[in-house]
């Protein structure tokens, strides 16, 4: 991780991965992200699940293993189980502890249900311990995390989670195009949530790469790239300065910028062609009445 954060932070430009954003804080200030009134995409995708739960439940294989990648604080998840009644639940995610946190109290509220919680990075892999079930297995990716990755990294990703589907199938959210004014702010709030959000990198940072960012010297930018189709979100020095960890040092100009996530927005059929193109076949959607956002169901 040390390796990964310090060539990142040596690179012109600077980048990070949107992982690192998720310490017990950070997950705790997206928990509080999707309270937000301008952070359309969890309501949205809320929507579409609770007017398609059934419609979804009767595609899924019987039986199956339910795997939330990047469960955070599995919530969505466990609005499902009783309409999916999957035959055990798998949460993974980078963050441990809020992690290890929700599910303690989610076991508490379902103690029929066999639970696992995985702590891994699954980013560069996703091979799941054996204890995760050699059953199908319903991979469940809400809340567009999908659009972290880059297009070629998405369709990786896609690849390597049809082949852990174990014959299931994938059940994927995804945010859709829509105008700027719309984007933009779910990004970038008034009241500073996601500010606050991005901010609490570095902090992390210094815990995980012994760096000396200091908080004051480093505001949040947030934009969409409209020939990318992608919200960037950036880390933007307020001085000149300079970043300092044992063995070695990077300095910034004034306004240079740390660029620390990508969310990209994809057009529908794009995204099924993605889909079609990692191996999956019979692609249901389900969207919104304002075609904002979409859930995909991908047989492996
Ligand atoms: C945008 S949040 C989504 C949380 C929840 N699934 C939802 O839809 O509201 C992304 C979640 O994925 C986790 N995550 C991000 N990158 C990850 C990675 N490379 N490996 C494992 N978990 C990751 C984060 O810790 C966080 O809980």
Redesign the pocket.
Known sequence: MRAELLQGLLATPAFT???YL?DAL??KL?EAI?ELPEYYP?RT?AAIFEAHATAMAALLPAGATLV??????C??AARLFPIFRPQRYVA????VE??RKSLGSLQAQFPALAMLGVG????SSLTLPPQAGTGPRVLFY????IG?FTPDQALTFLRQARAACNGGGLLI?VDLVKPAEVLQPAYDDELGVTAAFNRNLLPHLNQLAGTDFRLSDWQHVAFFNTGKSRIEMHLQALQALRVCWPGGERRFAKGERIHTENSYKWRQADFAALLKTAGFTHIPAWTDERGWFAVFWAQA
Request: negative net charge.
């Open positions: 991965s949107p992982k998720y950070g997950s997206f999707t969890s995708e939330d990648l990047g469960a955070g604080n919530e969505k993974v995610d980078i963050s809020f992690l891994m990075d699954f980013s809400p809340g567009s995390s972290n959210g």
